[in-house]
C-alpha cells in the first residue's frame, strides 16, 4: 500500500489541505518513508491521527463515512496489478457530502492516474469495494495515547444535516435570542463533562480491528517480545553464532546478551474465551516447555535454551509472520467478559552482559549474573526496547505504518539509528516472496533523523493565520547533511548553536567591538585585557562558526 495524494476539506488545524506523497519521493520496491516534519501547532500528530481515523472509519459498517471533507489515492496491488483507489465525500464543487450515500469510489490504473484520464466515480458499495480499502493500518504514539484514542472515536451521524455546522443567528428572525444562546454554546471550546469517565483500556480495545492496530504503551513487553523472536528467527539463518541479527546493536546498548526464555499467564474464564483463541492457546500449550496450572490460571514457561527452534515454531503458528503472532497475543491480552484479560502477564527472562570495565575490575572467575526479568527494566529502558524490538515486526505487514515520533528520549546515537532500523526491518530478504510495499509516515522533530533521507521524502507542514493549508519542500539536500544544516534550513531556526550560548558570545564580541572603536586612544593594559579575554572566551567554545568570529576578532586587535 502506497498513500499518493490525500485533501482535506478541514479538520482541526488543517484546513484546505492536500498532501502530496509522491511527487519525486524515492522508492524502494519493499516500502516508501516519508518523514513529516513542522514547528509545533502545525498539525503533524493531527495528520497521524486523521489518516488512522478515515482508513477506520472507511471500514466501519454503521458508520463509514468521516464528518469531514477529504479526497485520498492511494495504490494497491491487486491481482499482481498495481491499481490506484481514490475515495471522496466530495462532490463535484468540493462541497462535502454528509451521511452514509456520500462515499463514492474509482478505481484505475497508475497511467490513467499519473495522466488525469481518470475513470468516473461510483457510489461506494460496501459489498464490492471492501477489498478496495487498505489491508492493515498500524499505528505507534510516543506522545498522548487519550489524544488518539479520542480521534478514533466515531460519534452517532445521521443523514439529516444534524452534523453540520450551526450557522450565526439572523438578528431579524424570530427567536433571535434563543438562537443566539444556542450557538454560543455550541461554539464554546472544549468538550461536556461527562458523569464517569469511561475506561481508557475498554476505548483502546473498541479499536482495534484485524486490519487497524494501535500499539499502546501497555502493550510494550508483548511488543519486545514479538520482535526478539523475529529477530532471533532471522538470525538462525545467517552463520552468525549470535542470537541477535539487526537487534544486536539494541542489545548491546542495553546490556542485555540474550533472551533465554518467556512466560504467559493465562486465566481461562470460560465466559471470556472465544472460539477463534481456543485453538492458539491449544498451540502454545503444546510448544510450552513447562506450564503450571493453579485453579483456571495457567502459567505457560518457553524455555529457549532448552529448545532453540521454539522461535521458529511459536511464529510458524500464524504462518511465521511477526505481527500476526503479535496480534494473536495481544488479542488475548484483551478486556472479555466483567473487563478481564485471558492473558494476564507476560514476562521476559533476560541474561545480561557485563561491561568490559566490569570484567576487568571482578576478573574472568566472577560468577554470571542471574537472569533478569523484563520488568525489572527502567521505563525508559522497557521503552526504548519496545520501540526498536517494533521494528522487525513490521517486516512483510503490507500496511499504511503511521510512527508518531518514535525518536522522543533518544539520545543522539539512536536517533541516528532509528531509520536505519526501519530501513533494514522494511526491506525484505531476496529469498522471500514479495508482498505489496508499505508505506510509512513518520513525524520528527530530529534534525539527525532527517539526514538519512533526500529532501523529497520530507514533508514540511506549513502554517498560516492558524491553519494549516499545504506542506512545502526544502531546497536543502538533507541525504548525509550536516545536522546543524537542517536545523536552520528546515526547522527555521536562526542558529544551530543554543541561544543562550550564541547570545553570550555575541555580548562578549559587541563589548569588545564598541572598545575598539577607540582602541588607539587606549592604554596598553587595557588592550592586553581585551586580548585575553577573547583568549579565554576562544578556550571555552567548540570548533564551528562562532570560534571562527572571536579568532578573527583577536587577530584583528592584534594587528592594530
Known sequence: MRLR??????????????????????????????????????????LLRLLARLFLQLKNEQQRNPPFGFVVSYQLK?????????????????????????????RETIAQYETGDHESYVPFDATQHTNDLPPRIIAFTTGNEEEWIEALQFEDQSDNGDDEELQFPDPEQPGYQDALKEWYLQELPGTP????????????EEIRTDHFYFLSAEQIPLVALCGMLVDMKDASTTESSSQWRYLSNIMQESRIKALNGFSLRLRMNKEALLEPDKGFIQELLKLATHTIQIGSDYLLVFDLLAKKTLPND??????????????????LAQAREQNEQLLQEVNLFLERSQEQEERDELGASVEQPPLHLFTWLSDGEQSFLGRL???????ESEALILLDEPEVHFNDYWKQQLVFMLDESLTIPQDRPKPQ??????????????????????????????????????????????????????????????????????????????IASEWQQLPSNIKNQCIKDLENLEKQVGPGYWRFLILRQIHDLRGR
Open 78 to 106: 491487486q491481482n499482481d496489478e498495481e491499481k490506484v483507489i481514490s475515495i471522496t465525500n466530495l462532490d463535484e464543487e468540493g462541497n462535502h457530502i454528509s451521511g452514509s450515500e456520500g462515499l463514492y469510489i474509482r
Open 389 to 395: 524490538c517494533l521494528m522487525p515486526l513490521l517486516r
Open 437 to 514: 510495499p508499505c508505506h510509512a509516515l513518520m513525524t520528527t522533530h530530529s534534525s539527525i533523523t532527517l539526514t538519512d533521507v533526500v529532501n523529497t521524502n520530507i514533508l514540511i507542514l506549513k502554517r498560516r493565520n492558524g491553519y494549516t493549508y499545504e506542506t512545502i519542500p526544502t531546497s536543502l539536500e538533507t541525504l548525509g547533511a550536516d545536522p546543524s544544516d537542517i536545523i536552520v534550513s528546515v526547522f527555521g531556526a536562526r542558529h544551530a548553536a543554543g541561544a543562550n550560548g550564541v547570545n553570550r558570545i555575541k555580548q562578549k564580541l559587541e563589548s569588545i567591538r564598541k
Open 5 to 46: 495524494k490525500i485533501k482535506i476539506k478541514e479538520y482541526r488545524t488543517l484546513k484546505n489541505f492536500t498532501l502530496d506523497c509522491i511527487g519525486g519521493a524515492e522508492e524502494t520496491k519493499d516500502y516508501t518513508l516519508h518523514l513529516i516534519v513542522g514547528v509545533n501547532g502545525t498539525g503533524k500528530s493531527t
Open 314 to 331: 511459536l511464529l510458524a503458528l500464524r504462518g511465521g509472520g511477526g505481527f500476526l503472532f503479535f496480534s494473536s497475543l495481544a488479542r
Open 193 to 204: 463533562i461527562e458523569d464517569e469517565k469511561a475506561d481508557d483500556t475498554q476505548k483502546t
